[in-house]
């Protein structure tokens, strides 16, 4: 599996084509999640959706791994605009902020997508694929590029849906986090506690996989996209069946 991944890694066209369905795949599933807490929380969103569907529509025209992120960070803003919007004031947030967090709701951001992205490395190494050998992300030493590319299609769906959960039914309050001296905020060790605690339920959640029809649960989905990846990369499937949920 990672020679054929390696050999990939050199072919543009497999880059290009991987990376065109896993980021229509993101922007979509954002514009899922966005629809769902627009509805609870009684905002119009119309304009943000057409902004993003014109980065989604724009997307097969592209022909760079470049040119698809520079649509992909444009929408992405788009999304965490809206998702602001929908969330309650004592969380109050104004867009995502990574290194170092600088309010609650990217504590919990970050913090989420850090064990997305081990649950995605693990699941790439259990199907003999090299998490550190992407093909969005560029390699550096020390980065896990493949998995941080099988992030993506799951972040919206999986890690921000969580978050907003966390918030909403109050299981997570403004004592469960710590702010140090550069401005970061950080989860506190009760909230981490909390986090894990439901994050473990949230993994243990049936739902029906989008292309394969069968029920599988939450914390599976990275194995079966990392699976179908593999499946990909050999020839066996004509396109990467990125997640879209519905």
């Not at 969330?87 to 990574?98: D, M, N, P, V």
């Not at 064990?115 to 003999?128: K, P, Q, R």
Request: glycine fraction near 4%; include cysteine.
């Amino acid at each position: 599996e990672r020679q054929r991944q390696q050999c990939a890694l050199y072919d543009t066209d497999f880059a290009l084509q991987l990376s065109k369905r896993i980021i229509s795949a993101k922007i979509k599933n954002q514009e899922v999640v966005l629809r769902r807490y627009e509805r609870n929380s009684n905002v119009v969103l119309k304009d943000i959706h057409n902004m993003m569907s014109i980065c989604r529509s724009k997307l097969e025209k592209c022909e760079s791994v470049y040119e698809i992120m520079g649509y992909e960070g444009q929408s992405a803003k788009y999304y965490f605009d809206g998702l602001s919007q929908c969330i309650k004031e004592e969380f109050a947030f104004h867009g995502r902020s990574r290194r170092p967090p600088l309010d609650r709701v990217n504590a919990l951001l970050s913090f989420a997508y850090v064990l997305l992205t081990s649950m995605c490395t693990s699941a790439l190494e259990s199907v003999g694929l090299d998490p550190y050998v992407g093909f969005m992300h560029t390699i550096r030493p020390g980065r896990k590029s493949l998995a941080l590319d099988l992030v993506e299609e799951l972040r919206s769906v999986f890690a921000d849906r969580f978050v907003i959960t966390l918030i909403n039914k109050k299981l997570i309050l403004s004592k469960h986090f710590i702010e140090q001296e550069d401005g970061a905020v950080l989860l506190n060790d009760e909230g981490k506690k909390i986090f894990f605690k439901y994050w473990q339920q949230k993994k243990l959640e049936v739902i029906e996989h989008p292309y394969l029809k069968e029920k599988v649960e939450w914390g599976m989905v990275p194995y079966v996209q990392a699976l179908l990846l593999s499946r990909y990369l050999r020839g066996d499937l004509d396109s990467y069946p990125a997640f879209f949920w519905k």
